[in-house]
């Protein structure tokens, strides 16, 4: 087990009718804020309408910049860095999901850190600080919630790009199941593959010694596997299963699943190639690049060390009987499962399903080692990610 | 699931060579602190000398007060409380297990709140606040480095009491596994049951739709069993092991396995009076508790929905297989196997094997349900109690 620090500040509410608290829980840190939402689905539900009234009951005026879509964009970022500037505001309230809050930690991080804000994507600067954020989450999948995580796409590219830091956790987080029944089937779709995703970067490791945050990963998918089938059979409306999913997700992303172990994150990075390019859901991205991934990860390394963890994979959470399959067999139904699972919840588990032009592969595999090679379980340079794009092509 | 807040903002700082880093922790709160600790095995290891190096490099003075023992005193508190006013102190480092570090958040309590600090156990009144604490964590058991308890032994009565706070919360723990190398065996196996409990306590709930959580604590329990094992084959000094038990005996307390459910609590109670009265290892005592608790439980109610919870505990945390058990069965075959992995650890499973006179067991009977009925899995009164002191007379 390696040497670690985990601290976690965000405080979640989360329960039935919790939306009713924004009010008081953001009059402890400002009187003035920028409400940051897409302008639609949350407008729609009268959840937005909730929460201004709950902002004027507990005192605190706000500035409202909508707009937010998927893969949220750098020009909005500034557009909300320069009102946060002139109207001196103090907090920025995201609503929504990933999108809606990273788009709400990208601006909160502008407003108080001087020159280019993209130098601090592209890893040329490092964060000195953060307006205090704070969610209302509709989307459970990205995690985005409590974690260090910030993912903005830039147009001038375009590129996708993650930024980390301490200062990117929101102080708080409300989190109501019963926001999440009216999601289309597809969102919910993507969100449980984004959580799904953010546990196997962890789960994949070259440590050897972290059998307890194993179990953790290992459980918390087998958690949602089971409750994302409950919501996709008829489901949509059960309370139980929404709030398995919304909590599973928060804690996917909390930090405390990699206590101790290196994640890989090479799968987040080839699908931030596909978002960039074709902004294609995240979620959608993941479920594409992953199972290629890992026959990627079977085909080329036939250790044992690197198979008996492809295999415990297969067993543990996707109920492979270990008795009946070597290894590498094993791995392979794993694989096979997931993918069937993925489409069995309306996911695309290839290229041409989500119509992505497979022409593009080469840039793609080109653009994405930008930093150089990506991933830890394994180590992928442009022609190792080229032969995962091309599996995801099959 | 019920609604829950989380928030948990103890800074973990875990692995080699960690306590080197208490001076420069500490330093960020305060420059003039107690130094809390036994003044035995951390002082004999040498661990207390570097410490003192490290605050000393820090620029952190100290006064130091030891004397700290299992079931901590309340008179050792007070005295605590006195240095801290009369010196003018900022801050409370506890080196130690849960007994020095609950002595510590007690100190650090009492040198707030006025009135006499006894009130706060007895539920009379509420905490306002506590100086901050930093703990490096010697005996991973209690959890207490992460967790809102603190439960003291006021010696006029006995009575040993448990006061739940947030301000009880340390505000960093330093936990070395390499630290718990020189334990003495029942040191260890105490430890390891009384982290197992901490799981257990949480697991037994009315709550039906927690399957996230149950996921998580069963996994928390196998990984803890296994590793446990592990140490108790030769494997005192495998660091790995340790580190699997030291921070999953964190987790285990941290308040994350409980959110969205309301445990038990009531074999912690039983055991209260147990070590209050005979001043027994508070592991120990649940070693004994824990199995006649299960015991009362299937058999006073043969309903499915409680037998099911008991037979999913046998099943997935003691692998008994299900398919060749009926619910009853597998629950006994889970006690059964449970007794035999503490007995295997060198725990006592029944009061006998503690020397306990079970000629008291009506008066601790009477004792336990001072605050009302106890318990929520189910809930016990003076004669319930009684018939599971009997259980674990056996």
Excluded at 180 to 194: H, K, N, R, V
Excluded at 196 to 205: L, P, S
């Amino acid at each position: 087990m390696q040497n670690f620090e985990y601290c976690n500040k965000t405080k979640i509410i989360f329960g039935r009718g919790t939306e009713n608290q924004a009010g008081k829980e953001t009059a402890i840190f400002a009187r003035r804020i920028l409400l940051h939402h897409s302008g639609g689905s949350a407008v729609r539900s009268g959840l937005i309408e909730n929460v201004k009234n709950s902002l004027k009951e507990a005192g605190v005026a706000w500035v409202e910049l909508t707009g937010v879509q998927p893969n949220p964009r750098l020009s909005l970022v500034k557009e909300g860095v320069d009102i946060v500037k002139n109207e001196k505001l103090d907090f920025v309230l995201a609503v929504g999901g990933g999108s809606a809050i990273d788009s709400a930690k990208a601006i909160a991080a502008g407003a108080v850190n001087d020159g280019d804000l993209w130098d601090y994507f592209e890893r040329r600067k490092t964060l000195q600080g953060a307006l205090p954020v704070g969610t209302i989450v509709t989307i459970p999948a990205a995690g985005s919630e409590s974690s260090t995580s910030c993912v903005i796409t830039n147009e001038e590219g375009p590129w996708k790009r993650g930024m980390h830091s301490v200062f990117n956790r929101p102080v708080f987080s409300i989190m109501n199941p019963e926001l999440t029944y009216s999601l289309p089937p597809f969102q919910t779709a993507c969100g449980i593959t984004d959580m799904m995703a953010h546990i196997m970067e962890r789960y994949f490791t070259r440590e050897q010694h972290v059998e307890f945050t194993d179990e953790l990963c290992e459980g918390a998918l087998r958690a949602i596997i089971r409750n994302g089938r409950k919501i996709f059979s008829g489901g949509e409306n059960n309370y139980d299963a929404r709030a398995e999913i919304m909590w599973a997700g928060a804690v996917a992303h909390n930090g405390i699943l990699d206590t101790g172990r290196i994640g890989d994150w090479a799968s987040h990075a080839l699908d931030h190639e596909l978002s960039a390019l074709f902004d294609i859901a995240h979620g959608a991205g993941l479920a594409i690049i992953f199972p290629a991934w890992l026959k990627y990860n079977v085909n080329e390394d036939s250790s044992l060390e690197s198979m008996s963890r492809l295999a415990r994979f297969a067993v543990k959470v996707w109920g492979v009987d270990g008795a009946f399959y070597d290894y590498r067999q094993a791995a392979l139904e794993g694989i096979f499962r997931m993918e069937n699972f993925f489409k069995s919840i309306g996911m695309p588990t290839r290229l041409k399903d989500a119509n992505i032009d497979t022409s593009r592969i080469p840039e793609m595999a080109k653009r994405v080692v930008h930093f150089g090679p990506i991933g830890n379980y394994r180590k992928l340079d442009s022609k190792d990610a080229q032969a995962i794009y091309n599996l995801a092509a099959e």
